[in-house]
């Protein structure tokens, strides 16, 4: 490698490479390493069939959804600190049992299935007493 320097008329310096040896670049990995080759391979993947559809709708312009209800950045995430604080309110060993992750307590809130056991927690409203006076047909008539 020969190196040449100069000064320019501004005063400034000008160094110029000139390699003389052959490249050591391995001309072998160029097709892996073509971001464009690259990306044509993931396409033909059943990963890549899937992103190039989801994709498709925002390219075409044709994907519409309703987002009328969903509240803006700011509102979603004091929503979702609130949440947060209030499960960090809750007993060390309730919060615990859901691996200390407020969303594993959400969906256990959600899920139907669960209604008896939040009962005994206190997180549902208990059933309420059945009147067997009341709860007789009325006589026939």
Known sequence: MRVEVSIRENGSRRVQMYCDQPSLTRQEFKDECDLGKIIRRFCK???GQ???????????GTRFEDVSSV????????????????????PAALRARFGNDAARFLDFTHDSRNLDELRKMGFAKPLKAVDPVSSTPPPKA
């Open 71 to 90: 509240p803006d950045f700011q509102t979603a995430r004091n929503i979702i600190n609130r949440g947060n604080a209030i499960f960090e309110a809750l």
């Open 45 to 47: 993947t059943r990963e």
């Open 50 to 60: 899937q992103a190039l559809a989801n994709a498709q709708g925002f390219i075409e």
